[in-house]
């Protein structure tokens, strides 16, 4: 009976190694969070873990369930991966950025991970699943992103910079030949007219989603009219607020010029002014759900005819 009890007693043991052995396997990965919810807005988020022995093998789009591809630094940001499967063996960032959103990842120590997730531009939830692995074990952190409840336009204003202002240059416009003419006569002709003699207008920023929250609503704005003393002058003119060219005719389409042809053969050419307009603006838009500002800056460029121009004749 005895060696009974001393039986029992080895087995219990035993068993009671063997769940602790089977606890501690599964145990070496052990993030903070596992679960991570995130407005549109985006921000950061910060895990510690206990246990340093582990790597990120994959992230994975929870909306397609494929590996998402990116670029892999170290974290002194020297490219190690260019577009390949998100992976990271050890100490560095992991970068996957688009235009209208996007994360990087970063562990600059082995017992943290920081992640860093982009304002989420696309108008739809987004979500993506980093995979941690250590030995045989692997775990899984969600991060999802609520898609934008968008921008309300509050103002724009403008501002002359240093490196604003207008710039003058010459554009070649038509040529005209004439061949076998009888006695002189006169030709009138529209200096202005063509398909390349227009105005131009747009805007420009290096910011992100800088037109995205506005692609839609065709938001106008207030352009300037003019530049005089280093002052800028309003008549009211609005314009769309985008960064594809807007084209229209030029204000001095309508203008003619009539010139005398000499008898036999000649040609002339006309050279057209045209004037590049640059203003910094700053557009101001109220973020909808959360009530705070945004502000964009940029510069507005105009280019456009100043109504100068010369007739060259060629000998």
Known sequence: MKN????????????????????????????SISQIEMEAEGGKIEISFTNPN??????????????INGNCYTLDSVLVRENDILKLDSLGRLDALWGDKGFSIV???????????????????FGFTIILKSGNETKEILVSQKKSQGYTFKKIEYNIDKYDGDSIFI??????????????????????????????????SDEENA?????????????P???WDNKLYFNGEESVYTNNPLISESNY?????TVIIPQGNSEFSVDIQYR????SYSLYLTNNRTKNEKVINGKWIEIAPTGDYAINWKN
């Open 54 to 67: 582990w790597t990120i093998a994959g992230i994975v789009n929870q909306n397609s369930n494929a590996n």
């Open 276 to 279: 590049e307009r640059i203003v």
């Open 253 to 257: 389409s309508s203008f003619t010029k």
């Open 171 to 204: 554009k070649k416009g038509s040529d005209y030949e004439f061949i076998n003419i009888s006695s002189a006569q006169e030709f009138t002709l529209e200096p202005f007219k063509g398909n390349n003699i227009v105005k131009t207008s747009f805007f420009k």
């Open 211 to 223: 037109f995205a929250w506005t692609a839609s609503d065709s938001v106008l704005v207030e352009i």
């Open 225 to 227: 009219s003019g530049i």
């Open 107 to 125: 562990r600059n120590s082995y017992s943290l991970l920081n992640i860093f997730v982009k304002e989420n531009a696309t108008g739809k939830d």
């Open 4 to 31: 009974a009890n001393i039986f029992l007693v080895i087995l219990f043991s035993f068993h009671f190694y063997s769940c602790n052995e089977h606890e501690n396997e599964f145990n070496l990965i052990d993030p």
